[in-house]
């Protein structure tokens, strides 16, 4: 099974399992395509002992939300970064190989009260897949956690702009390489995790 039907299938699973979860007098639904920018993640490598930096860049993906009330939505979130891997600083790395990221997050979003303007917080805890640029080296599967808030500003009944800031975690427990193959693996690393923080916008519809 190729890596996209593999997320495919994963985050229907997710979805399918929530929709079944909500309380049956719970109606509706939310769609909300999103884009944003997204820096940081540092992989300590033991061997060349420098830094291994993800290349800031643009994210973008869906979340669905389920609503339980008028002020607590659960909701599940799909999130792809295509990046690089780069030695040295943030701004002024040599790029080594792409690297793709997509992360399937299931939490929820509390809301307060208001017509137009509602602040929000907003959780998630899925898995995260980073894959290396080249089909010879593997896949990393990860546990990852998201956090932040935001505001959704009402634009018209079924329609509102959704503006949030996050932090992500990514926990690698008990590795000390990443993006093996045949021949052996691309990154000794130290440490059991990174952090990343994004910056998004998008349109809520709801249904």
Same mark, same amino acid.
């Given at each position: 099974?190729?890596?996209?039907?593999?997320?495919?299938?994963?985050?229907?699973?997710?979805?399918?399992?929530?929709?079944?979860?909500?309380?049956?007098?719970?109606?509706?639904?939310?769609?909300?395509?999103?884009?944003?920018?997204?820096?940081?993640?540092?992989?300590?490598?033991?061997?060349?002992?420098?830094?291994?930096?993800?290349? *800031?860049?643009?994210?973008? %993906?869906?979340?669905? @939300?389920? /609503? #339980?009330? +008028?002020? =607590? !939505?659960?909701?599940?979130?799909?999130?792809?970064?295509?990046? *690089?891997?780069?030695?040295? %600083?943030?701004?002024? @790395?040599? /790029? #080594?190989? +792409?690297? =793709? !990221?997509?992360?399937i997050l299931a939490?929820?979003?509390?809301?307060?009260?208001?017509?137009?303007v509602r602040g929000?917080?907003?959780?998630?805890?899925?898995?995260?897949?980073?894959?290396?640029?080249?089909?010879?080296?593997?896949?990393?599967?990860?546990?990852?956690?998201?956090?932040?808030?935001?505001?959704?500003?009402?634009?018209?009944?079924?329609?509102?702009?959704?503006?949030e800031g996050r932090?992500?975690?990514?926990?690698?427990?008990?590795?000390?390489?990443?993006?093996?193959?045949?021949?052996?693996?691309?990154?000794?690393?130290?440490?059991?995790?990174?952090?990343?923080?994004?910056?998004?916008?998008?349109?809520?519809?709801?249904?």
């Amino acid at each position: 099974m190729n890596r996209g039907r593999y997320i495919g299938l994963l985050g229907i699973a997710l979805v399918l399992a929530v929709a079944a979860a909500r309380p049956a007098k719970a109606e509706g639904f939310e769609l909300t395509p999103q884009a944003g920018f997204r820096l940081g993640g540092s992989f300590e490598a033991a061997a060349q002992d420098v830094d291994l930096d993800l290349d *800031e860049s643009a994210a973008w %993906g869906v979340v669905l @939300g389920f /609503p #339980l009330d +008028d002020q =607590s !939505i659960v909701e599940v979130e799909l999130v792809h970064q295509g990046t *690089e891997l780069q030695s040295g %600083g943030l701004f002024s @790395g040599d /790029p #080594l190989f +792409d690297v =793709s !990221i997509d992360s399937i997050l299931a939490g929820g979003r509390y809301q307060s009260d208001g017509d137009r303007v509602r602040g929000f917080v907003a959780g998630g805890l899925g898995v995260t897949r980073f894959g290396p640029g080249s089909s010879d080296w593997d896949d990393e599967w990860a546990i990852s956690l998201s956090i932040g808030g935001g505001a959704l500003i009402q634009m018209g009944q079924r329609v509102a702009l959704r503006l949030e800031g996050r932090g992500i975690g990514t926990f690698m427990v008990d590795r000390t390489a990443i993006f093996c193959g045949g021949s052996g693996c691309l990154v000794e690393i130290e440490g059991s995790g990174i952090l990343q923080a994004e910056l998004r916008a998008g349109l809520t519809f709801t249904f």
